[in-house]
């Protein structure tokens, strides 16, 4: 394992307090994830708040980051868990505030059961708080509780924030361009996932089941040091690939099914996104392949105009023109391409009869990760850095104006794309994607 450097974090933070003191000074508060009981006497894995990590690269639960832009000075703190010997028994290490705060270089460090005490005298005398309501109902009311301490104290000379922004804002626009280390990170997690699906093409067969398939991506992701998938995987034969969020993984996959499989691994929290549709028996049918090349081509049409000062809606656009060229080409849909364009757009029919989703996301910490897409009226124009899924897909349920030859084929490909200085990087391009390639990957 790579022993941990806490320079990148660091040096986010030190970004957020530049902007915090631009923005007329004050505190950012910025708690971690809690965590959720599953039942009477067992939590759901633990996973942190990604906010938190992308500041401290901390993973232990009920930490608190709190950030103080000073007129002359910035100050870095982090509450957590203390050392205890009886819960380190039964739960497992814990770094203790004297630990942490040297290992993950912030500039003081105490135990998160001081936070609440020591909440109010931070906040005095600050002029704005930097904090998201409305995501953790039981720490806003801690938060609030310390604002009325401080209120209270007014006769004494202590001024309570007088204005409260949301500090996710600032973090979001941060987040939106990787820096080195996340890169590194997410080329590794694309790797692994590649490796996974490529295991899963060389595994699925007829009269085997879907979770399977699902246990065979799984391996492979832990097998090569990953925590956890990134999502719940989706592994969708024949009509269930027609189902864009399928996830029951329990049906038997037949001769003459495509397999659509929506996988990624999460590596050191972030996350990767691949989608593959192949055929289980190794073969493309004519129909099949009439449609995968379609998408295919939507597809490299999406990563041509991958690329920097492009909006971001633009490789959508490309897909979707290419998308209704093909439909209206092999009969899926009548009429003109640019009918089926513009009633697509509208959702009134068109090619979003097929094609009922966006051709990408923002993809980091989180797989929808975090960040605008639009501001106002204008799309956001991509910029080195970001890191985007690029995922068209054709879904076709059985319909009596639908050649029947197409019916239950649902087909989605997806790869992540690091926008680079003249265009994009895509970082999950080993993983088999044309007709040609995928068959023969399974022939062996």
Request: net charge neutral.
């Amino acid at each position: 394992m790579t022993p941990f450097n806490p320079k990148p974090y660091a040096a986010r933070r030190a970004r957020l307090l530049k902007q915090l003191k631009d923005a007329g000074g004050g505190i950012a508060i910025i708690p971690t994830s809690p965590e959720a009981p599953r039942n009477r006497d067992a939590h759901y894995p633990y996973r942190h708040d990604s906010y938190s990590y992308y500041l401290s690269g901390f993973t232990e639960p009920e930490a608190v980051i709190v950030l103080i832009a000073g007129k002359k000075v910035a100050t870095s703190i982090l509450f957590c868990r203390a050392k205890h010997e009886e819960r380190e028994i039964w739960d497992g290490f814990r770094h203790g505030p004297q630990a942490a705060r040297t290992t993950f270089a912030f500039d003081q460090a105490y135990a998160v059961e001081e936070f609440d005490a020591r909440l109010p005298s931070l906040l005095g005398g600050a002029p704005n708080l930097f904090y998201s309501m409305g995501f953790d109902a039981a720490f806003d009311e801690r938060v609030v509780k310390a604002l009325n301490a401080v209120r209270g104290m007014a006769r004494s000379g202590m001024n309570a924030p007088e204005a409260i922004r949301d500090a996710r804002a600032l973090i979001d626009a941060m987040r939106l361009v990787k820096d080195k280390h996340e890169i590194d990170t997410m080329r590794r997690a694309g790797a692994i996932s590649t490796e996974a699906h490529k295991r899963a093409m060389r595994t699925a067969k007829p009269g085997a089941y879907e979770y399977e398939v699902e246990a065979e991506l799984l391996h492979e992701f832990r097998r090569q040091g990953s925590e956890y998938p990134a999502y719940t995987s989706i592994v969708a034969a024949g009509a269930n690939a027609c189902v864009l969020h399928y996830v029951s993984n329990d049906q038997k996959m037949k001769d003459g099914d495509l397999l659509l499989i929506d996988a990624g691994c999460e590596l050191n929290s972030y996350a990767s996104d691949i989608t593959r549709t192949f055929p289980v028996n190794g073969k493309f049918s004519g129909p099949q392949r009439d449609l995968y090349q379609i998408v295919l081509d939507a597809q490299a049409a999406a990563i041509a105009k991958t690329k920097p000062g492009v909006p971001f809606n633009v490789p959508h656009e490309a897909a979707v023109k290419v998308l209704a060229q093909g439909m209206v080409d092999v009969g899926l849909l009548k009429g003109s391409v640019d009918a089926a364009i513009e009633q697509g757009n509208k959702r009134e029919g068109g090619y979003f009869r097929f094609y009922m989703h966006r051709t990408g996301h923002w993809l980091g910490l989180d797989v929808h990760d975090a960040g605008d897409y639009k501001h106002g009226d204008k799309w956001l124009p991509l910029a080195p850095g970001n890191m985007v899924t690029v995922e068209p897909g054709i879904y076709v349920r059985p319909a009596r104006n639908v050649p029947k030859h197409f019916w239950n084929i649902g087909i989605r490909i997806e790869d992540d794309a690091l926008v680079t200085a003249k265009g994009c990087d895509i970082i999950t391009s080993e993983c088999p994607k044309t007709v040609a390639d995928i068959e023969a990957w399974m022939a062996g």
